[in-house]
């Protein structure tokens, strides 16, 4: 078990926090597909034998989500078409400077979408309110029930708790945090420490930002009852008032209650930073759009190839390697025409400006077909690994099926059979 638990903790740690990606949704056509495939990969294939490897585990793994990796970038260059070609009509929003504003087209295909500009002065900022700083240890709290109540855009809300006898202030503090967290009235809580002294404070965030002109607070905490067990936390103490961004846009002043908002019905924008004078915003020129698609799928491609250099290193096994470099040096000729590069170790490289000027050139037909060519290869080796990454482990051989009478085994090239390992055997 202390194996398996390796496996599954190195997938968690590497992998765990990958967000979902919309390319990842499929229809039931497409999982019926994926299913149909596993179980041919699976018709013939002999019992074997796993080398006894603790990385075993970590490199079927490893194949498995860079083969996923690798179809996603495939299915984001197909997402307007199967031919690349394709790309060129997708409307795809840039910002010149994308630390202080990311930009997101949203509009229609024909509706119009003029460029403009847009100062960034000040972000719009939540409501904090910070309670006193109470010793952790201590007693301030008598046994008893208590209750505050929370105003908070045009709702109210009555928090009751209760002090046991014995309990510390930092118990009072914890609960008071974990029944404002899981009450989803738009507030999160959290507790603050004093590095110097060690005491704790309890800090509450309002999830909205900015204040109306007829609003002087976004939530406001009062207690008739309980008014000396608040004063003693202090929760109902403003200390950073919600406000509005600020920004211009083409030259003129605006504010916004929060710092998402949409542009003409065209644009959304969320605000990130201040920004260094004028962010142009605007449609993405295509070559760039295409070069960016381009870019993430040769960083899939490079993504195996270190995969297959790093197994190859400890155990002296090419498939992997092969198998994905053979690609680029099967369309080598073709890819440096259109401006993709391999160096010494099989990484593939992009040089756009060479992209740009060859689909802009007379051959451009023969510069989408030689992209599309590497799409359809790159698509090929990925769904391959992914149906049966354990194709390209050390195993051993240890009895062939018979031919014409086998059974079919669909889960044997699951994720767990890189982390399921009977070492036993």
Same mark, same amino acid.
């Not at 002065?121 to 409501?127: M, N, R, T, W």
């Not at 507790?191 to 939530?219: P, V």
């Not at 504010?255 to 949409?262: A, D, G, I, M, Q």
């Given at each position: 078990m202390a194996r398996i638990d390796a496996a599954y903790n190195y997938f968690m740690t590497t992998y765990g926090d990958n967000i979902g990606n919309r390319y990842e949704s499929h229809k039931k056509s497409e999982l019926r597909d994926t299913y149909n495939k596993i179980v041919k990969a699976n018709k013939d294939s002999p019992l074997y034998k796993i080398k006894d490897s603790e990385d075993m585990g970590q490199f079927a793994i490893d194949i498995k989500e860079h083969a996923n990796s690798m179809a996603l970038s495939v299915s984001n260059l197909s997402s307007a078409g199967e031919d690349i070609s394709s790309v060129l009509d997708k409307r795809i929003a840039s910002s010149s400077q994308p630390d202080?504003?990311?930009?997101?087209?949203?509009?229609?295909?024909?509706?119009?979408?003029?460029?403009?500009?847009?100062?960034?002065?000040?972000?719009?900022? !939540?409501?904090?309110?910070? $309670? /006193?700083?109470? !010793?952790?240890?201590?007693?301030?709290?008598?046994?008893?029930? @208590?209750?505050?109540?929370?105003?908070?855009?045009n709702h109210s809300y009555e928090f009751q708790f209760n002090v046991n006898k014995g309990e510390t202030n930092l118990n009072v503090q914890n609960k008071i945090v974990r029944l404002l967290?899981?009450?989803?009235?738009?507030?999160?809580?959290?507790?603050?420490?004093?590095?110097?002294?060690?005491?704790?404070?309890?800090?509450?965030?309002?999830?909205?930002? $900015?204040?109306?002109?007829?609003?002087?607070?976004?939530?406001?905490?009062?207690?008739?009852?309980?008014?000396?067990?608040?004063?003693?936390?202090?929760?109902?103490?403003i200390?950073?008032? !919600?406000?509005?961004?600020?920004?211009?846009?083409?030259?003129?002043?605006?504010?916004?209650?929060?710092?998402?908002?949409?542009?003409?019905?065209? @644009?959304?924008?969320?605000?990130?930073?201040?920004?260094?004078?004028?962010?142009?915003?605007?449609?993405? /020129?295509?070559?760039?759009?295409?070069?960016?698609?381009?870019?993430?799928?040769?960083?899939?491609? /490079?993504?195996?190839?270190?995969?297959?250099?790093? @197994?190859?290193?400890?155990?002296?096994?090419?498939?992997l390697f092969n198998e994905i470099s053979s690609i680029a040096r099967n369309q080598a000729d073709g890819l440096a025409q259109v401006g993709i590069a391999s160096d010494s170790l099989g990484h593939l490289t992009l040089d756009k400006d060479t992209l740009a000027d060859t689909i802009n050139g007379i051959d451009s037909r023969g510069a989408f077909d030689t992209l599309n060519e590497l799409k359809a290869s790159i698509s090929r080796a990925a769904s391959k690994a992914s149906i049966n990454p354990m194709a390209y482990v050390d195993k051993a051989v240890v009895e062939y099926k018979n031919p014409g009478k086998s059974l079919s085994a669909p889960y044997a090239t699951s994720a767990y059979s890189g982390m399921m390992v009977n070492y036993g055997l």
């Open positions: 202080s504003v990311e930009a997101l087209y949203v509009g229609d295909d024909d509706s119009v979408a003029d460029p403009f500009t847009i100062e960034v002065e000040e972000l719009a900022k !939540p409501q904090v309110n910070t $309670g /006193n700083f109470l !010793p952790s240890e201590g007693h301030d709290f008598a046994e008893g029930q @208590y209750s505050f109540d929370l105003d908070i855009r967290n899981t009450s989803d009235v738009g507030l999160s809580a959290m507790l603050i420490s004093d590095d110097r002294t060690g005491s704790k404070a309890i800090q509450i965030t309002s999830k909205a930002t $900015g204040k109306s002109t007829d609003e002087n607070s976004l939530f406001n905490i009062s207690s008739s009852i309980s008014w000396r067990e608040l004063n003693t936390l202090g929760i109902d103490n200390t950073q008032q !919600p406000s509005n961004s600020s920004f211009k846009l083409n030259g003129n002043a605006h504010e916004s209650l929060s710092n998402t908002f949409t542009v003409n019905k065209a @644009y959304e924008l969320a605000l990130k930073a201040p920004s260094t004078g004028a962010v142009q915003v605007g449609l993405m /020129n295509d070559t760039e759009a295409l070069s960016k698609g381009i870019n993430q799928l040769l960083d899939s491609y /490079n993504g195996m190839i270190d995969i297959g250099l790093k @197994y190859n290193g400890a155990h002296q096994n090419r498939t």
